[in-house]
């Protein structure tokens, strides 16, 4: 397995509830997009493409790019692909992988804590800002790693999902390091009540080596690849980030 395809055995489409969390999330892409020119979007690090598909139901030109064949292989599978289209592609190189102007991007999930460091940081501001109409407006959400680091959290919610027989955990370790980066376990566990000789039972496990991007970090380098407004929000129901106890943080920038 490439590295490319480290998260390519843990089946997100299973482990998210993703018809609530779209429902709750849509409201908050169609108010930022609704001016969006022109109606093209990109999704950095897609995964299975559910975001591009959302995109691409609200009448948006969506290209979904990731650097897993796995992850784009299930995004082109898993239902109706409408107006959205998945390419194979480094986020910090884009004019290698995608041409044109686009109206607008997002950038969800754990995916900028896998750019390792500030030098491909700014690459991937840059290049997104290049892609860009003048005034396009760009949302990232990533864990609060502001918070994480200083409390030294060790792990995330766990997730509950029916399994075939019993039900599938999804844990998320994580263990902060003092240079700034994060040692980050995503495990998925089955759990058998019944079952008397083996309860619970390790199916997958991964250690990756995430970059625990800091807020000021993400401002800083947003600005500098040439986004003129930058909004630090600590939800998608638009709350004020807090350092100290935001969840996440979600960055609108506009070119």
Request: net charge negative; charged share 25%.
């Amino acid at each position: 397995m490439t590295d490319q395809d480290q998260y390519s055995r843990v089946d997100y489409r299973r482990l998210i509830a993703w018809p609530e969390r779209l429902k709750r999330e849509g409201p908050f892409f169609e108010s930022v997009f609704a001016s969006a020119s022109p109606r093209r979007l990109l999704d950095l690090g897609c995964g299975t493409g559910e975001h591009a598909r959302l995109l691409a139901s609200g009448g948006f030109e969506v290209v979904g790019v990731d650097s897993s064949p796995t992850m784009l292989e299930k995004a082109r599978s898993s239902g109706p692909l409408g107006s959205a289209q998945f390419v194979e592609g480094d986020i910090c190189n884009l004019d290698a992988v995608v041409a044109g102007a686009f109206g607008g991007a997002i950038c969800l999930g754990n995916v900028l804590p896998h750019v390792s460091d500030g030098e491909a940081l700014n690459a991937f501001f840059t290049g997104l800002a290049a892609r860009l109409s003048p005034g396009a407006p760009f949302v990232l959400q990533i864990l609060n790693y502001d918070r994480i680091i200083e409390k030294g959290e060790r792990y995330l919610p766990l997730n509950f999902r029916d399994g075939d027989d019993g039900e599938i955990v999804f844990l998320r370790l994580m263990s902060p390091r003092p240079d700034g980066t994060v040692l980050f376990f995503p495990t998925t566990l089955e759990l058998r009540p019944e079952d008397d000789e083996q309860p619970v039972r390790v199916n997958h496990a991964r250690r990756v080596v995430l970059r625990g991007w800091r807020s000021a970090e993400i401002e800083s380098a947003c600005r500098a690849g040439g986004f003129s407004e930058v909004a630090l929000l600590g939800s998608y129901e638009r709350e004020a980030f807090d350092p100290a106890i935001s969840r996440d943080l979600v960055v609108v920038a506009r070119r």
